[in-house]
């Protein structure tokens, strides 16, 4: 063999072995376009904290509005609605679509080494925008689908949310009104009940003070609010905010921020209202009198009273856990009668510590036995705990009975307020105003 052809040969083998590593360098850098991988000179930065954060808030905005939807549908149709399970498929599915879209590199170099697979494939950044509008249209369509639902007023109601309170006005006397449909049933245990719904009249002019009365039924922060107006020669008379309960129906806190129960204004004697709590249902129930008002105070919040009760007969509301209850409906009432004497407070949220609040703001007397020895909330939570005073109460009237239900009340209404110092009311506004300031920082 010449040396002329050896060499031939070992050129011809060199070129061959660069077209090769050259076909295989054009390989590679095709393969790493399509998954994504780009060598260390052309690789992204890693992603900065604010970025993850983003992702992060994101995702948890996402999956709260969706809870968020589902509860609201599962309240208004129900578990077993077949409505309720596609809406929980759709947005599980729509949901479960978005997280899939964090592998969407993944399954892009799967599909693009089969060699079946010879179209162009859709980006991972257009299959998110496209999921997350579809996904807020649903949103957007659920939100304006919950806001259109309307509270009514013929529904199948429990027997003590049945009737509604209304009022006239004596056309030569406005101090005398007369109320119809008081509450008046004689409780024999938390379900079973005598009805009796009365026609009562009150002289505003009589007007002598407010108690506030907390009922415990879920822990320490939890209560039911009333309140009690007394009259100087009559008994007094209680209103109460509460859920407009249907035949069969339940009451749940969460189901209190989906539209679920229309609210209602009962109007009722204590011995109904308060005894149904301390003795059929045997909640624990605290009633404390209000110090420091001036008796246009008491009248204008009793005047609030019936003007809600004019509204709810006009046009039925929702009740909501948070922003509508029995006790911050109450504030907003009490607060537009006195203003900044009753400053903003989370207690009002919190309605089981709603005593301590008035502690706090003067509304309590620091000394109510006038022997200059403050009391202490707890001092006041002992003497104002009726439960003990209520035990063993004969709560029954019938046409045969000596004791008619006026007189009944009467006794009970009494029995509850036992060793309770019941304020007067304030002469003036500077006084009240000054004697609040002084108790609220004797209660400090």
């Known amino acids: 063999?010449?040396?002329?052809?050896?060499?031939?040969?070992?050129?011809?083998?060199?070129?061959?072995?660069?077209?090769?590593?050259?076909?295989?360098?054009?390989?590679?850098?095709?393969?790493?376009?399509?998954?994504?991988?780009?060598?260390?000179?052309?690789?992204?930065?890693?992603?900065?904290?604010?970025?993850?954060?983003?992702?992060?808030?994101?995702?948890?905005?996402?999956?709260?509005?969706?809870?968020?939807?589902?509860?609201?549908?599962?309240?208004?149709?129900?578990?077993?609605?077949?409505?309720?399970?596609?809406?929980?498929?759709?947005?599980?599915?729509?949901?479960?679509?978005?997280?899939?879209?964090?592998?969407?590199?993944?399954?892009?170099?799967?599909?693009?080494?089969?060699?079946?697979?010879?179209?162009?494939?859709?980006?991972?950044?257009?299959?998110?925008?496209?999921?997350?509008?579809?996904?807020?249209?649903?949103?957007?369509?659920?939100?304006?689908w919950f806001f259109s639902i309307e509270p009514k007023q013929d529904r199948e109601w429990m027997a003590e949310v049945d009737q509604q309170v209304s009022y006239e006005r004596d056309a030569t006397n406005p101090d005398l009104v007369t109320l119809t449909n008081v509450r008046n049933f004689d409780w024999q245990t938390e379900a079973n009940a005598n009805e009796h719904w009365d026609t009562r009249t009150i002289d505003l002019s009589k007007l002598s003070g407010v108690d506030v009365t907390n009922s415990y039924w879920m822990g320490p922060l939890i209560a039911h609010t009333l309140v009690s107006f007394r009259f100087e020669d009559d008994r007094p008379l209680a209103f109460s905010f509460e859920i407009r309960k249907e035949d069969g129906e339940s009451f749940s806190a969460l189901a209190g921020f989906f539209r679920r129960y229309e609210l209602s204004l009962i109007a009722a004697e204590e011995r109904d209202i308060i005894y149904t709590r301390s003795n059929a249902r045997g909640e624990q129930v605290y009633l404390f009198p209000i110090s420091n008002l001036q008796q246009h105070e008491v009248r204008s919040l009793f005047e609030s009273y019936l003007t809600a009760a004019d509204d709810l007969n006009t046009k039925p509301a929702w009740y909501n856990t948070l922003v509508s209850n029995c006790t911050n409906i109450i504030f907003y009432m009490a607060r537009i009668v006195s203003g900044d004497r009753l400053p903003w407070d989370y207690r009002i949220w919190v309605s089981g510590w709603l005593p301590n609040y008035l502690y706090d703001v003067g509304m309590l007397d620091a000394a109510p036995e006038k022997d200059n020895q403050p009391w202490s909330m707890n001092t006041w939570y002992e003497r104002t705990h009726i439960n003990p005073k209520a035990k063993g109460f004969d709560n029954q009237t019938n046409s045969q009975s000596s004791v008619s239900r006026d007189e009944n009340s009467s006794e009970f209404s009494q029995q509850i307020r036992q060793d309770i110092p019941i304020p007067s009311l304030a002469n003036s506004q500077a006084s009240a105003e000054a004697k609040a300031k002084s108790t609220a920082q004797s209660s400090d």
């Open 1 to 144: 063999m010449s040396l002329r052809s050896i060499f031939s040969r070992l050129l011809s083998s060199r070129s061959r072995s660069r077209l090769i590593d050259s076909r295989d360098s054009e390989s590679q850098k095709l393969e790493s376009k399509i998954s994504g991988n780009h060598t260390p000179e052309s690789r992204q930065p890693k992603s900065t904290w604010r970025h993850r954060l983003t992702i992060f808030l994101i995702a948890v905005t996402l999956l709260l509005s969706a809870i968020w939807l589902l509860l609201a549908i599962w309240y208004q149709y129900g578990i077993s609605s077949v409505l309720t399970w596609l809406a929980t498929i759709a947005i599980a599915s729509i949901l479960a679509a978005l997280l899939s879209t964090r592998y969407w590199d993944t399954v892009t170099k799967v599909l693009q080494n089969d060699s079946r697979s010879n179209k162009r494939l859709i980006s991972k950044g257009t299959v998110t925008k496209v999921l997350i509008g579809i996904y807020s249209t649903v949103w957007l369509i659920g939100l304006g």
